[in-house]
């Protein structure tokens, strides 16, 4: 190897490593925000399993709570984007449904914060 891919791999990997550590950082949510229009609708509990339905005026969205997961399962939008997300458990992951305004967003009632700004 020449000492320019040497230089490049290690320029990267300094890149690299803080996104690596700050996604093993992240801790579990406990609750999942639902939020229709922007509004929260609904705070699920991720440790009581259950089978949600939510119906706005562009259509429907079926969420599930699973071992502390959540996911949408089913809903009426084209594309399906929502439901191919899949489960989600990590503070601030979302689900995003855009045609019906919907969205689901992991939350923790002890969460931690390296820097606050005004």
Excluded: W
Excluded at 49 to 60: L, Q, V
Aim: hydrophobic content about 40%; some cysteine; overall charge negative.
């Amino acid at each position: 190897m020449k000492k320019n891919d040497i230089i490049l791999i290690a320029i990267a990997v300094l890149i690299l490593m803080p996104l690596i550590l700050l996604f093993l950082n992240s801790k579990n949510g406990d609750k999942a925000l639902v939020k229709s229009d922007g509004r929260t609708i609904d705070v699920l509990d991720l440790s009581v399993d259950g089978t949600y339905r939510y119906e706005n005026k562009y259509g429907f969205n079926i969420v599930e709570v699973k071992d502390k997961n959540v996911r949408v399962i089913d809903a009426d939008c084209p594309g399906h984007d929502c439901i191919n997300k899949g489960f989600i458990k990590r503070n601030n992951e979302s689900v995003i449904c855009l045609p019906h305004h919907f969205e689901v967003i992991i939350s923790s009632d002890n969460e931690e914060y390296d820097v606050v700004v005004q």
